[in-house]
């Protein structure tokens, strides 16, 4: 009995997909937008000739990224980017993560802003671009300073304070003991 009442839901969620156009094929551009390759890696394998600088950046991200994060960073309506650049600790609330506190590579922020931003048009950022917004944040959270340049050479040499997140507890023998993701 239960195994026709499966078949009856599976035709019928099958039928409906149909009528409603589910699970359409995307087009070959659309794909390829969304098919950024290589994965930018922590030591900076991946990343794209170019080259960004903090003021371009703060242009970029009044006219891109403000309405989302914030004027400077704060985080309204979304997450906040910008934080002393302390590591968490047990006692830092979620709300409390941000680039400067919370991110081990400077390299997996390159990678996570060109593929997830802007919201509603992720991928439409140019690698100039994602560069730029790069060097700016990390300005904003005191790693960097506002004249030095971020590119293929230099990002994956930046020194994120959050870099020691990632050793393992002696106690426990684990990463992360005490951190529970939002």
């Known amino acids: 009995m239960a195994k026709k009442v499966f078949f009856v ?4 969620g099958l039928a409906l997909g ?27 394998r991946g990343l794209p000739p170019g080259e960004g600088k903090v003021a371009e950046g703060e242009r970029i991200y009044a006219e891109k990224c ?8 704060e985080g309204y309506p ?27 590579y400077a390299t997996t922020l390159y990678d996570y802003i060109r593929r997830a931003m802007p919201f509603g048009a992720p991928g439409t950022l ?3 671009e994602v560069y730029h917004l790069v060097a700016f944040l990390l300005y904003m959270n005191g790693i960097i300073e506002a004249d030095e340049p971020i590119n293929q050479k230099t990002l994956p040499q930046v020194r994120m304070p959050a870099r020691e997140l990632l050793d393992v507890d002696p106690e426990t023998k684990r990463r992360f003991p005490w951190l529970t993701l939002p």
């Open 9 to 12: 839901v599976a035709l019928l």
């Open 126 to 128: 140019t690698d100039e």
């Open 66 to 73: 403000a309405s989302c994060h914030g004027a400077r960073g």
């Open 78 to 104: 979304f997450n906040r980017l910008v934080a002393e650049p302390f590591p968490i600790t047990p006692d830092t609330e979620p709300v409390e993560y941000a680039i400067g506190n919370y991110w081990p």
């Open 18 to 44: 149909a009528r409603y156009g589910l699970g359409t094929p995307i087009s070959e551009e659309l794909a390829a937008q969304y098919d950024l390759r290589p994965v930018v890696l922590p030591d900076g």
